[in-house]
């Protein structure tokens, strides 16, 4: 294994000793901008030509939060010293909303969630922390106090494999933090390796007489035994040639869709040699398509501190772009953004990352253009016409024609009133379906007034509520519809129905996309997920399904969604995951015999004859329209077909029932960076 000094780690030292003396970096890092502005001057006075102090004024100078962060942080830190933790992450939370590139918020919220016992959360903010160090050129000591303090939570989450990524990495950033040493000696315990960790605690000794571990043969032994039950030993001397061949291996199984065999065979590479940068980066990947998102994050993160200590600076901007990937998919968008800030940094001219960026800090989508104020005429007709609509065809003919009259009476006077016509166009066709005559209208809105998109819409949505539409019809929809787009209507409807007319022509990709450009703007949106689920699953995209189950659960776990999720990873061969989704939806729906009979389908294909012929039994008990299986299980195929599809259409109803979705408008402009993934080859 060669390991050199990790780059990532000694960018951006803050430059001369006046710096580290005169300019307190806890005043910039607490937002005691007053403070930082005053010491960085003086700086610049003793040494005009100090750059780094230069750029730091200037970001000090420009920050327009620095009061409301400062109130925050000052309110939080009285929390912490009255201990109580929940109410300090609390506060911090809206420290990072104000300030989300200020390190001080994540490394504070990261300590009061580790007093919590939430190690995964003050992971992800440790990491979140280094990121906004490297984007603020932070000196190096505060990064290998962040690395040790991420390398302990990971320790304390059960995974010394990585906490000895994170101290190793410290001590080669930072060979005179006898700390470090400390938390490398510690991994390598936790690891059951006495022999290396008594040397690292020595070295840590040299540099500190105040330092004191007791390490035991036993202890280390039990420590061992509990390591190697999940994990194979780490290799000291690698066969490089082998560990390629079993990389192509493990690429060969991603790319053919064999996750659970490529995840196996990625871990056996990392087990052996835990600085393998790609191995990291495309178990990352096959987390991400699971569903698995946050084991992804913890992938990318670690792939991004291994790449740093071998210097790769090709790579570690890729890691960054899929982890700000899976925080944009999560809807956590400041820690995205901060990623792709910073891989845009690492490499300038990184595309994926640079259009992800400008993306995820679009405001919001181009504004439909307003449509000119009705006249009183006008809007008796628009009421009268939505009158027609709610009534339905029996009660809704009188007023619609009333409106149908006010709209020509309009028309004789004003023939290329865009209102007007549109407004005949759909009394033309409302309980009348005659085409013909809805087409005039909308032909004539679109020749008076073709930069406007209501028109394009307008025609478009004709065929989108006609039954039994041609493909010839279809096309012509979908390009009055891109039109409607390209003139600036990108709503979630006109997307959907563009979506639409694309799967009645079998263009599936196309339609994917148009629902993945409205979920990068709303991606916790539960109606625009299950859309995107039922067209991978039209295209046998089982994985990706999955993940987007995976999404709709998190939002809310219903019965429903797990058997879902359930029936596709059954299509995905994944059976053991099948089957506890659908011991899931059993234990909230226990007597839905639906939901026994998918559990003993998966049990069927697992090879468990017994335990789904207790399912089908079970299934038959509670609904006697589910038939009763053989004992052989010659007849499943049966129970299956009579197996009730739940519907997808009332579980959306019953998630925009409650309160679902977006946490804000920023959650709400989410953007997943668009799955332009890298696997390494």
């Given at each position: 294994?060669?390991?050199?000094?990790?780059?990532?780690?000694?960018?951006?030292?803050?430059?001369?000793?006046?710096?580290?003396?005169?300019?307190?970096?806890?005043?910039?890092?607490?937002?005691?901008?007053?403070?930082?502005?005053?010491?960085?001057?003086?700086?610049?006075?003793?040494?005009?030509?100090?750059?780094?102090?230069?750029?730091?004024?200037?970001?000090?100078?420009?920050?327009?939060?620095?009061?409301?962060?400062?109130?925050?942080?000052?309110?939080?830190?009285?929390?912490?010293?009255?201990?109580?933790?929940?109410?300090?992450?609390?506060?911090?939370?809206?420290?990072?909303?104000?300030?989300?590139?200020?390190?001080?918020?994540?490394?504070?919220?990261?300590?009061?969630?580790?007093?919590?016992?939430?190690?995964?959360?003050?992971?992800?903010?440790?990491?979140?922390?280094?990121?906004?160090?490297?984007?603020?050129?932070?000196?190096?000591?505060?990064?290998?106090?962040?690395?040790?303090?991420?390398?302990?939570?990971?320790?304390?989450?059960?995974?010394?494999?990585?906490?000895?990524?994170?101290?190793?990495?410290?001590?080669?950033?930072?060979?005179?933090?006898?700390?470090?040493?400390?938390?490398?000696?510690?991994?390598?315990?936790?690891?059951?390796?006495?022999?290396?960790?008594?040397?690292?605690?020595?070295?840590?000794?040299?540099?500190?007489?105040?330092?004191?571990?007791?390490?035991?043969?036993?202890?280390?032994?039990?420590?061992?035994?509990?390591?190697?039950?999940?994990?194979?030993?780490?290799?000291?001397?690698?066969?490089?040639?082998?560990?390629?061949?079993?990389?192509?291996?493990a690429v060969k199984a991603q790319k053919a869709g064999q996750n659970a065999d490529a995840l196996q065979k990625y871990t056996d590479i990392i087990d052996a040699d835990p600085f393998d940068g790609p191995a990291l980066g495309n178990r990352g990947l096959v987390h991400y398509v699971q569903g698995h998102m946050e084991a992804a994050i913890s992938?990318?993160?670690?792939?991004?501190?291994?790449?740093?200590?071998?210097?790769?600076?090709?790579?570690?901007?890729?890691?960054?772009?899929?982890?700000?990937?899976?925080?944009?998919?999560?809807?956590?968008?400041?820690?995205?953004?901060?990623?792709?800030?910073?891989?845009?940094?690492?490499?300038?001219?990184?595309?994926?990352?640079?259009?992800?960026?400008?993306?995820?800090?679009?405001?919001?989508?181009?504004?439909?253009?307003?449509?000119?104020?009705?006249?009183?005429?006008?809007?008796?007709?628009?009421?009268?016409?939505?009158?027609?609509?709610?009534?339905?065809?029996?009660?809704?003919?009188?007023?619609?024609?009333?409106?149908?009259?006010?709209?020509?009476?309009?028309?004789?006077?004003?023939?290329?009133?865009?209102?007007?016509?549109?407004?005949?166009?759909?009394?033309?066709?409302?309980?009348?379906?005659?085409?013909?005559?809805?087409?005039?209208?909308?032909?004539?809105?679109?020749?008076?007034?073709?930069?406007?998109?209501?028109?394009?819409?307008?025609?478009?949505?004709?065929?989108?509520?006609?039954?039994?539409?041609?493909?010839?019809?279809?096309?012509?929809?979908?390009?009055?519809?891109?039109?409607?787009?390209?003139?600036?209507?990108?709503?979630?409807?006109?997307?959907?129905?563009?979506?639409?007319?694309?799967?009645?022509?079998?263009?599936?990709?196309?339609?994917?996309?148009?629902?993945?450009?409205?979920?990068?703007?709303?991606?916790?949106?539960?109606?625009?997920?299950?859309?995107?689920?039922?067209?991978?699953?039209?295209?046998?995209?089982?994985?990706?399904?999955?993940?987007?189950?995976?999404?709709?659960?998190?939002?809310?776990?219903?019965?429903?969604?797990?058997?879902?999720?359930?029936?596709?990873?059954?299509?995905?061969?994944?059976?053991?995951?099948?089957?506890?989704?659908?011991?899931?939806?059993?234990?909230?729906?226990?007597?839905?015999?639906?939901?026994?009979?998918?559990?003993?389908?998966?049990?069927?294909?697992?090879?468990?004859?017994?335990?789904?012929?207790?399912?089908?039994?079970?299934?038959?008990?509670?609904?006697?329209?589910?038939?009763?299986?053989?004992?052989?299980?010659?007849?499943?195929?049966?129970?299956?077909?009579?197996?009730?599809?739940?519907?997808?259409?009332?579980?959306?109803?019953?998630?925009?029932?409650?309160?679902?979705?977006?946490?804000?408008?920023?959650?709400?402009?989410?953007?997943?960076?668009?799955?332009?993934?890298?696997?390494?080859?």
């Amino acid at each position: 294994m060669k390991i050199s000094s990790p780059l990532f780690l000694t960018v951006g030292l803050i430059g001369t000793i006046a710096i580290s003396v005169l300019a307190n970096p806890l005043d910039d890092l607490r937002g005691r901008y007053a403070e930082a502005a005053n010491d960085l001057e003086r700086v610049i006075k003793i040494n005009p030509g100090d750059v780094n102090a230069t750029n730091q004024l200037q970001v000090v100078c420009q920050n327009p939060t620095k009061a409301p962060f400062q109130d925050a942080i000052d309110r939080a830190d009285g929390r912490v010293e009255a201990e109580d933790w929940a109410g300090a992450e609390k506060i911090y939370t809206e420290a990072i909303a104000i300030s989300p590139q200020n390190p001080y918020g994540w490394s504070a919220r990261a300590f009061v969630r580790g007093e919590q016992k939430n190690f995964t959360g003050a992971i992800a903010d440790n990491s979140s922390c280094l990121t906004c160090y490297e984007l603020t050129g932070a000196e190096t000591r505060k990064k290998t106090s962040i690395l040790m303090s991420r390398s302990y939570n990971w320790l304390d989450s059960g995974d010394p494999l990585r906490a000895f990524v994170d101290a190793f990495a410290a001590t080669e950033a930072d060979p005179n933090y006898e700390t470090a040493w400390m938390a490398r000696a510690d991994a390598l315990y936790a690891m059951g390796n006495l022999d290396q960790a008594v040397a690292c605690f020595n070295r840590a000794a040299a540099l500190s007489t105040k330092v004191r571990r007791s390490f035991t043969q036993e202890t280390a032994k039990k420590n061992e035994a509990k390591y190697l039950q999940s994990h194979r030993p780490m290799a000291l001397e690698l066969d490089e040639a082998q560990q390629k061949a079993k990389f192509q291996e493990a690429v060969k199984a991603q790319k053919a869709g064999q996750n659970a065999d490529a995840l196996q065979k990625y871990t056996d590479i990392i087990d052996a040699d835990p600085f393998d940068g790609p191995a990291l980066g495309n178990r990352g990947l096959v987390h991400y398509v699971q569903g698995h998102m946050e084991a992804a994050i913890s992938d990318f993160s670690t792939a991004i501190i291994a790449e740093a200590i071998s210097h790769d600076l090709e790579r570690q901007p890729i890691h960054l772009y899929h982890r700000a990937n899976t925080y944009s998919k999560l809807g956590r968008i400041p820690e995205a953004i901060n990623d792709l800030e910073l891989a845009v940094k690492i490499d300038p001219k990184y595309t994926n990352a640079i259009d992800s960026l400008k993306a995820i800090r679009q405001p919001q989508r181009d504004p439909v253009p307003v449509a000119p104020k009705l006249s009183p005429e006008m809007e008796r007709a628009v009421s009268l016409y939505a009158e027609a609509v709610k009534a339905g065809k029996a009660k809704g003919i009188a007023p619609r024609d009333e409106a149908q009259k006010i709209v020509d009476a309009i028309l004789a006077t004003e023939p290329n009133n865009i209102p007007a016509l549109l407004l005949r166009g759909k009394t033309g066709f409302l309980y009348r379906y005659v085409l013909f005559d809805a087409m005039e209208y909308f032909d004539r809105a679109v020749a008076a007034d073709p930069k406007n998109p209501n028109v394009w819409y307008e025609r478009a949505h004709v065929w989108y509520k006609r039954f039994g539409a041609t493909a010839e019809e279809h096309s012509k929809a979908i390009e009055d519809l891109k039109q409607a787009i390209k003139l600036g209507r990108s709503d979630t409807d006109t997307r959907l129905e563009l979506a639409g007319h694309l799967v009645a022509i079998k263009d599936l990709a196309a339609a994917v996309e148009q629902v993945e450009i409205l979920l990068k703007e709303e991606p916790k949106n539960p109606r625009l997920l299950m859309d995107h689920i039922l067209l991978l699953e039209k295209q046998e995209k089982w994985s990706l399904a999955i993940a987007d189950w995976t999404l709709v659960i998190a939002l809310h776990p219903s019965p429903p969604f797990y058997a879902h999720r359930g029936d596709d990873y059954i299509e995905a061969r994944q059976y053991a995951e099948a089957i506890q989704d659908f011991d899931t939806a059993i234990e909230q729906e226990p007597k839905l015999g639906d939901h026994y009979v998918g559990r003993a389908r998966a049990r069927r294909l697992k090879g468990d004859k017994a335990g789904a012929l207790a399912d089908y039994t079970r299934a038959h008990e509670l609904d006697s329209t589910l038939p009763a299986v053989k004992p052989d299980l010659s007849d499943a195929d049966k129970a299956e077909a009579a197996r009730k599809k739940v519907n997808r259409r009332a579980a959306d109803d019953e998630i925009y029932g409650g309160s679902i979705g977006p946490n804000s408008e920023q959650e709400a402009r989410a953007v997943d960076s668009g799955g332009e993934f890298v696997l390494y080859c």
